[in-house]
């Protein structure tokens, strides 16, 4: 299994980005995707999840609203669009992949068996 991100980026107070993560090595199996970020010095910290198997979306409290994951079944990418980009949002995202649905604990990393690298996110006021 591979997981690749991108789409990271400088962006100003109120600006937009929109991440990518394109999984491979699932075949025609049930996976989910979820986002995680981790700024310096703090813990890794989930952001958004997606189960490409029957859709459904989960967000921490403070990027409701302002982020929506969504996925390309057929590209197999899952997309995060953020909008209205706030300073804490600055951090290193990471996407991860795990077979099935969601796990139960969907915001703790140690559920998630497949990471990507990372990309930069910073915003700046």
């Known amino acids: 299994v591979e997981v690749v991100e991108s789409g990271g980026g400088l962006v100003q107070v109120g600006g937009s980005l929109r991440l990518s993560c394109t999984a491979s090595?699932?075949?025609?199996?049930?996976?989910?995707i979820g986002w995680f970020r981790q700024a310096p010095g703090k813990e890794r910290e989930g952001v958004s999840a997606?189960?490409?198997?029957?859709?459904?979306?989960y967000y921490t409290d403070s990027v409701k609203g302002r982020f929506t994951i969504s996925s390309d079944n057929a590209k197999n990418t899952v997309y995060l669009q953020m909008n209205n980009l706030k300073p804490e949002d600055t951090a290193t995202y990471y996407c991860t992949a795990e077979w099935g649905t969601v796990p139960s604990e969907i915001f703790d990393p140690a559920e998630w068996d497949y990471w990507g690298q990372g990309t930069q996110v910073t915003v700046s006021s």
């Open positions: 997606i189960s490409r198997h029957n859709g459904g979306t």
């Open positions: 090595g699932f075949g025609r199996s049930d996976y989910a």
